[in-house]
């Protein structure tokens, strides 16, 4: 059994798990298996298979871990020989038969890139501060599990430019927790509600529907660990600099778009003195 640290850009993709007619992260794992003659083509999984967590569509991740049988060759690089190119394998390590991706991670974070270039950082990370412990999370999130409690580790924001990146590590996740906490701490950060509004959402009565708070959008959220206590990923150099070339053009071409957009902006808010503008 071994098991692979991936990386990729969410974006593209429906979410992680597999899903009818639409492109998700697994399918283009399980087609990059198939394609190496790994899983045989009528074969719905490999045998043993798991992985650290089920991202949302358009969520990304830079160590989602999955987990199963394969032949000894297999390396980080072979796989990234038929992944598509923002799908990248770059580390792995051989695990016990009885290893279990989704099971055996002690626990998982999230970094959510916030743009609120308003927001008061300090209302931020004392409502994040208020998030951390054990709490039953029921009214931030869109899960309907039975058991909703979970213990947020770690909860932190800090400032980069217009970005507030927030942290958030817990032993476990329940489906749009982390995007409805980031939106529960924005509304905080800028005014619109109040500190007490976190004790609120984790009181024991459940909140009325006009003051639950919904999803932050999903692309900036990114999954940034799996902790395995006992496993030793080793870092495919290859792999791992195929994933840094891939990952810093997508980059170059994001900034450039973004440029973009800044410049038409800022063009249609305060025009150029020497924009004619009669008619032609």
Same mark, same amino acid.
């Given at each position: 059994? /071994?098991?692979?640290?991936? @990386?990729?850009?969410? *974006? ?29 083509? $009528? ?5 043993? &298979? ?36 923002? +799908? ?20 998982? @974070?999230?970094?959510?890139?916030? &743009? ?17 412990? #054990? ?6 999130? @869109? ?12 909860? #932190? ?7 507030? !990146?927030?942290?958030? !590590?817990? $032993? ?6 982390? *995007? ?17 509004? +976190?004790? !609120? ?34 870092? $495919? $150099? ?36 020497? #924009?004619?503008?009669?008619? /032609?």
């Amino acid at each position: 059994m /071994r098991a692979f640290r991936v @990386a990729y850009d969410g *974006r593209p993709y429906h979410g992680f798990q597999r899903q009818p007619n639409v492109p998700t992260v697994e399918d283009a794992i399980f087609d990059a298996l198939r394609g190496l003659g790994v899983l045989a083509a $009528d074969a719905g999984a490999p045998d043993g &298979y798991a992985a650290a967590g089920r991202t949302d569509a358009g969520v990304s991740a830079i160590t989602q871990t999955v987990a199963f049988e394969c032949p000894d060759w297999l390396t980080p690089r072979a796989f990234n020989g038929e992944l598509p190119e923002h +799908v990248r394998a770059w580390a792995s390590a051989d695990v016990h038969d009885a290893f279990h991706a989704t099971h055996h991670a002690t626990s998982r @974070a999230y970094d959510y890139h916030l &743009y609120a270039p308003t927001a008061d950082v300090d209302r931020a990370a004392a409502a994040l501060a208020k998030l951390e412990g #054990t709490h039953d999370f029921a009214d931030l999130t @869109a899960a309907s599990d039975d058991d909703t409690t979970r213990t947020v580790e770690t909860a #932190t924001v800090v400032r980069e430019g217009d970005v507030l !990146r927030v942290h958030v !590590r817990a $032993d476990g996740f329940l489906w749009e927790l982390v *995007r409805r906490l980031v939106a529960l701490v924005r509304s905080v950060a800028t005014g619109d509600r109040d500190l007490d509004a +976190v004790d !609120r959402a984790l009181a024991t009565e459940p909140l009325p529907d006009h003051e639950r708070v919904g999803p932050a959008p999903p692309e900036p959220l990114v999954l940034v660990d799996a902790t395995y206590p006992e496993v030793a990923f080793e870092r $495919d $150099d290859e792999a791992a600099t195929s994933a840094t070339t891939v990952f810093e053009s997508a980059h170059a071409t994001a900034v450039s778009r973004a440029r973009v957009t800044s410049a038409l902006r800022d063009g249609v808010d305060a025009p150029s003195a020497d #924009t004619d503008d009669s008619p /032609r």
